[in-house]
């Protein structure tokens, strides 16, 4: 190790020309030689000329003049998207994805550029002749206006080099590079021939270090063992560590917070941006950056708005009046959260919001969305470009706040290199549409690798390829299970398979993934002198096995970790004896008039602690939107639709005089109106979806008075919808009666609507009383207690009153008192006790509610804690684990 890092710095303070394999190694080494400057006593010394293979070529294209010729990444992908796409247009090919497609097809393109091949002569599949049409007519764009493709690149620089239109480097030396490529021999042979030196200098060393293999239960138990080792080094004073890590981009984030959680703890609630104590070499897309990744949802808000948007540009501090106007703006996002709509037209929105001056700032945001999008012409990307910025600017992005630094590296990145790139895409395209132009800049923003800037810090955490020429201390190679490494083989599907395996090209054949393969882990193996492979033993249900490469290891050396560092951990190893509070009790209530209605009562006996923070505190969950019209808008509508229709009745009598063909006529009238007059003052669905369910409506109210209300005695409707103030032990409730019949004989009966399932009877006879709407007005008033309360189940197929009556038959199939086994446990042996009874437990929870009891105390851990929204808070699904009881849940 040590010698190649000599060799590297002596040859740059020689005067050598030192070309890297990527930008890390040429930061590292560049470090070391001005550390190694220092350690001379220098404090003045010439740059040394360092510097990566890429950035090499780009600054010799530059030299030459020529540096308006080269096509980025994104300008490439563009041109080539743009011919598969004229040439697929009105044929089968239009099913492929575009994008995808194109990547492969570039890089094709690279690997016959790289390896100066041809498909001329050769025998093509149909797939690979249209490749070669794409090719030729790339070819020939590039040809017409002179651009430079990127592999075109290093044949362009040799070429100045052999004729002497660049200055010959006397010195070249090639470092980081696993394999030679056809494009670096080429230069090796330009720079021999002229006279010059190009050498490559070896990573491979004997190494006599120590090499543990570690095998762990799965990848969360080997990162976690990584990261708790790189803990203990930590700890030991070590600054030069490194893990390498072969799939990186796929469990980066998985990577970053368990190292975080173990390696640095307290960061992970910290309130500032410090600076990291690891670093990652793969850095996350550009669009992931939370002030990125608001600006391009902003731009991307049209004349209609999801839920979701609106929610986000809500919370988000990116714009302006985030501050200000937080809490307002939290209270509007539960407002139009309480539609359950998933979708708002932005001149709806615009509306709701200018009654509202705590919400100016947001208003205007919305307005100037509003103007920006009546402009919907044509223009060039970078006219786009422009537009975008100043769209931004007049919201107020990136917010009133300070920036952390972070952000500002973020917003540097965006300005110079997304918005930038998109404008470098006027010479490659016509004028473009508004949505085409922010789908192409999403998709840069997406390209762009974001990188903090800083230092590395002493814990770096690399890819495979990116590793390369990195010298440690102490290095862990993660990941190391035998479809890694070596890995499967994917040719290109664009290149005849015999030609890729003919020329060795990357990744053609098992036999060359295995040639890399070796060679990487012996270029580890040399990285350090104590490292340490680790694989996984399994991956979900999959049994998985080491790669066979892993080096013979010595079995006697235990890998030696630090104690769990994660703040759980810390929390339960301290043993710190916690301060029980038991605080059950709440104020008492002081007014008398309890908002809420009937629900209130529900919650009470459902759980205590449910009515306090529903009723005491106001506090819910956010309604979710859903799709179409939401289910308890259904339900009242099917209330509506039916109020309107007894209205009109007010009897069976009415109802049986009517002609089927008069029946249907009158509910589909109320019906439709029941639904205008629903929907007069709230958002309506479409048009479509409000016929749809007009006509479920009008056919489920149609089974209902054809299977049931036309099969009972005669009736006649009391009373409809009908408001009420009752006194409930300490308490005055509000309820709403849906219905109050009066049969041939004199007895009532009161009716509760319901659309839904899971209705049981039973529940009027619970302790404490989980079913209160109908108890509360059947012992309202003692001069007109009814004869029974029932549930009216309109439902599809299964039309039918339950309940409870005063006498067998009163209601058809409705059953009796006396049929209920849970009134003989109660001890009710009459109508009257069953009204006492009632009185009694409606009175408790009243008294109970007014006195502030609040304990978590479900009446069943089914039924009253499947659907609550409050179990994040009351934790009572943890207490019953607890107890043992986790199975009941």
Known sequence: MINFLQKAISAAADGALILTVNKRLFRYLRESF????????????????????????????SDLGEGWRLLNQQQ???????????????????????????????????????????????????????????????????EQNQWLDQGDLPRRICSALAEGKLALPQQILLVGFDQLSPHLLLLMKTVRAAGGRCDELSLKTNSSGQMITFAAQDSHHEIESAARWVRRLLDQGEESIGVVVPDLQVRRRQIERIFREQIDPFATIALHDDEDIFSLSLGGALAEQGVVHAALECLSIGRQLTLDQISFLLRSPYFNGAAKEADSRALFDQKLRSFRQQKFKLSRLISLSEDKPELAGFLQILKKIQAGRQVDDETLPGNWAVRFADELHSHGWPGDRPLASSEYQAIKVWQEKALSALVAHDSLLPPISRQRALNLLRRISKDIEFQLEGSTGPVQVVGLLESSGLNFRHLWVMGLEETVLPARAQPNPFIPLKLQQDHDMPHASAAREMQFAEQVIARLESASD??????????????????????????????????????????????????????????????????????????????????????????????EPVPGIAPMARGDLVHLALEMIWSQLKNQMNLLELSELKRAELVQLQVAEAVDNYFKNKTSPTEQLLLLETERITILVQEWLEKVEMKRDLFQVLETEQQHVEKVGSLQIRLQVDRIDQLEGGSRIVIDYKTGINLHAEEFLSQPLIEPQLPIYAVADSDSEPDGVVFAQVRRGDCRFLGVVKEKGLLGRVRELSSYSQAEELEITSWGDLLVFWRRQLDQLADDFVAGEAAVNPYDLVKSCQYCDLSSICRVQERAADFGASNDC
Request: a negative charge; aromatic letters at 8%; glycine letters at 4%.
């Open 530 to 623: 104590d490292i340490v492979f680790s694989y996984p033993l399994r991956n979900g249900d999959c049994d998985l096995r080491p790669s066979p490469l892993i080096p013979p290891c010595n079995p006697e050396i235990k890998l030696q970790l630090a104690d769990f560092q994660d703040l759980s951990s810390l929390v339960k190893s301290h043993n710190v004896s916690l301060e029980g509070l038991a605080d059950w009790q709440g104020p008492k209530l002081n007014k008398l008039l309890a908002e809420g209605g009937t629900s209130l009562l529900k919650d009470q006996a459902h759980c205590p602690f449910r009515a306090f923070v529903h009723h005491r505190l106001h506090t819910k969950a956010l309604a």
């Open 76 to 142: 490439q992908q563009c041109l080539w998207e743009q011919q598969i796409e004229n040439t697929s247009r009105g044929t089968t090919l239009e099913l492929l994805q575009l994008s995808k497609t194109a990547e492969k097809a570039l890089q094709a393109h690279r690997l016959l550029n790289e390896y100066d091949l041809s498909l001329d002569e050769q025998q093509l599949t149909e797939d690979q002749r249209i490749f070669r049409l794409w090719q030729r007519r790339y070819q020939g764009q590039c």
């Open 34 to 61: 001005d550390q190694q400057m220092l350690e001379q006593g220098k404090c003045v010394w010439p740059t040394p000329q360092i510097i990566s293979f890429e950035g090499w070529l780009n600054q010799c294209l």
